[in-house]
């Protein structure tokens, strides 16, 4: 069965400056997809950003970016220019291929954004 | 598009009553997911229908829960002589089959659910 695991259960960042956070998955799957869930508080889960294995190029939202290394099994996002709007629980998500598709998510990241 | 909608998104009730929880998915969405969210951690997969058919089910989802999708619309999730290890966040999330592997799930609001 596949896991994935994020390592911090809170970060803090200073307004306008960047962070990074870190994601780790076990898969036998060598297709599949990563994702980056953000959950503010009391408000519903939207997505951040996604990436497909089979490509090399890490994916970029605006200041969303990941750090995509397939061979470690490691997922990180990282988020330049933090704000304030980014305060949240952030969720790294897998996704197989096969079956119901469906979402295996880690246990969350608590960021805090200090003005 | 109004996104994926969730009723009631608060419920408290005593344990060993029955509850009821609606999801209405995105229009034309032909997937729609169940997970349950506890304090602190992160959603975990319930069940799982693809149009009207429940496809998969996890381990997670005792006898005393049922999910249905008539006519692959809306759907509801019952649970039966609620515990209180139930009390939990229900979230409802759809997605559309795009024929590759591009597809991505929409989260509703979620149903808090306190069983006292």
């Known amino acids: 069965a596949q896991t994935v695991t994020q390592s911090q259960p809170e970060m803090s960042v200073q307004e306008a400056e960047t962070v990074t956070l870190s994601c780790t998955y076990d898969?036998?799957?060598?297709?599949?997809?990563l994702f980056w869930y953000k959950q503010p508080p009391s408000r519903q889960m939207i997505l951040v950003i996604r990436?497909?294995?089979?490509?090399?190029q890490n994916a970029t939202e605006n200041r969303f970016s990941v750090n995509f290394q397939k061979a470690a099994k490691s997922f990180s996002l990282k988020i330049s220019d933090s704000q304030l709007g980014d305060a949240a629980m952030y969720f790294c998500?897998?996704?197989?291929?096969?079956?119901?598709?469906?979402?295996?998510f880690g246990q969350g990241t608590r960021l805090t954004i200090n003005p | 598009d109004t996104g994926v909608s969730q009723n009631p998104r608060h419920k408290i009730t005593k344990r060993g009553q029955n509850v009821t929880f609606r999801c209405d998915p995105i229009s034309e969405h032909n997937r729609l997911y169940w997970y349950r969210q506890t304090l602190g951690q992160g959603p975990e997969f319930l069940t799982y229908f693809q149009n009207e058919a429940q496809l998969e089910k996890s381990r997670l989802l005792s006898d005393r829960f049922s999910a249905e999708r008539p006519k692959g619309s809306f759907s509801t999730l019952e649970i039966q002589r609620t515990e209180q290890g139930d009390s939990a966040m229900y979230l409802c999330?759809?997605?559309?089959?795009?024929?590759?592997?591009?597809?991505?799930?929409?989260f509703g609001p979620g149903t808090r659910l306190l069983v006292l």
């Open positions: 999330a759809s997605s559309v089959t795009t024929g590759g592997f591009g597809e991505t799930q929409y």
């Open positions: 990436q497909e294995a089979y490509k090399q």
């Open positions: 998500a897998y996704r197989g291929i096969q079956g119901a598709q469906k979402l295996v």
């Open positions: 898969t036998s799957e060598s297709d599949y997809y």
